[in-house]
């Protein structure tokens, strides 16, 4: 059990049968009246955001999850398949389960697969993943860095938006979390 005094951001708690994760949380003390937690949770098997208030001191069940390293291999249907790093056991997991994540997965790529009481509830991505352009307009003399944007198809098929001077063939850096163009690297 944690008290609602001690919430931090990234904790999880159980609440109403379900993980959430703490996303924003707000000790607020009235003029009138007893303090209470104003929280931002966030479902960490299906993505869901929703507020909660609860009262100042509230004991709520923590939730501990496990994280195992564990390298993407191939998909087959609807299933994706990963391989524990260590042990090489290989796991099949749903789209549902991976959620958005699913458009930077790209072959080879180390996650972080998330178990709570021995059930597979998410993939963790990294931060940042570096994808290569596949399809994209080509630039244009005089574009630059603070001029507009243009959508590019990357390996894994999603779409970005990127910088006009981006062309087929480079590299970029992608945050997972927003799914926004970070830079171009170098090869």
Request: net charge negative.
């Amino acid at each position: 059990m944690i008290s609602t005094n001690d919430f931090r951001t990234g904790i999880t708690i159980e609440v109403d049968g379900a993980v959430w994760s703490v996303v924003e949380f707000q000790h607020v003390k009235p003029g009138k009246g007893s303090a209470f937690v104003r929280s931002k949770l966030k479902n960490v098997e299906t993505g869901q955001v929703r507020e909660r208030t609860f009262r100042a001191g509230e004991k709520v069940p923590r939730a501990h999850l496990d994280k195992k390293k564990m390298q993407y291999l191939y998909r087959s249907g609807d299933e994706l398949f990963f391989m524990d790093t260590e042990t090489y056991e290989q796991t099949p997991l749903l789209e549902e389960q991976i959620g958005d994540g699913i458009k930077y997965l790209k072959d080879n790529l180390i996650v972080e697969v998330l178990f709570y009481k021995g059930r597979c509830i998410g993939v963790e991505l990294p931060t940042f993943v570096e994808l290569e352009v596949v399809r994209t307009d080509p630039g244009v003399r005089g574009d630059t860095v603070s001029g507009g944007s243009k959508p590019a198809q990357i390996e894994t098929g999603a779409t970005v938006n990127v910088p006009l001077f981006i062309n087929e063939g480079d590299v970029i850096k992608i945050d997972t979390r927003t799914g926004e163009y970070i830079e171009r690297v170098n090869k």
